[in-house]
């Protein structure tokens, strides 16, 4: 499975950016796809995932961007996308697209992109 991610950047507190990932696997055929993110000095953390289920699919988001924070997805193209508003420094680090795959649970993991949050 090749993930290819775009978008980020550096941006003023305040600001928004777009992060997009692109998989060569079909979306419905995973088990979630979405964000990760990993700050200097720490650990690698859910950012934003859509979850498949029967019923369709649905959003978990991490507390610290809730209501900042928009996971999209555009199936046609196995893409999902992460719309950050209101962006604040400790929002920094590298973010990383990661999908796991249905029936398997094996879990791929896109190149990062740095995001950078200047006060």
């Known amino acids: 499975v090749q993930l290819q991610a775009s978008g980020g950047g550096s941006v003023q507190a305040g600001g928004s950016l777009n992060l997009s990932c692109a998989a060569s696997?079909?979306?419905?055929?995973?088990?979630?796809m979405g964000w990760y993110r990993q700050a200097p000095g720490k650990e690698r953390e859910m950012v934003a995932i859509t979850i498949n289920s029967f019923s369709g699919s649905s959003p978990d988001y991490a507390e610290s961007v809730k209501g900042r924070f928009t996971i999209s997805r555009d199936d046609a193209e196995n893409t999902v996308h992460l719309q950050m508003n209101s962006l604040k420094p400790e929002d920094t680090g590298v973010y990383f697209c990661?999908?796991?795959?249905?029936?398997?649970?094996?879990?791929?993991w896109g190149q990062g992109t740095q995001v950078t949050v200047s006060s």
């Open positions: 696997l079909s979306i419905y055929a995973m088990e979630n």
């Open positions: 990661h999908v796991v795959k249905a029936n398997t649970l094996y879990e791929y």
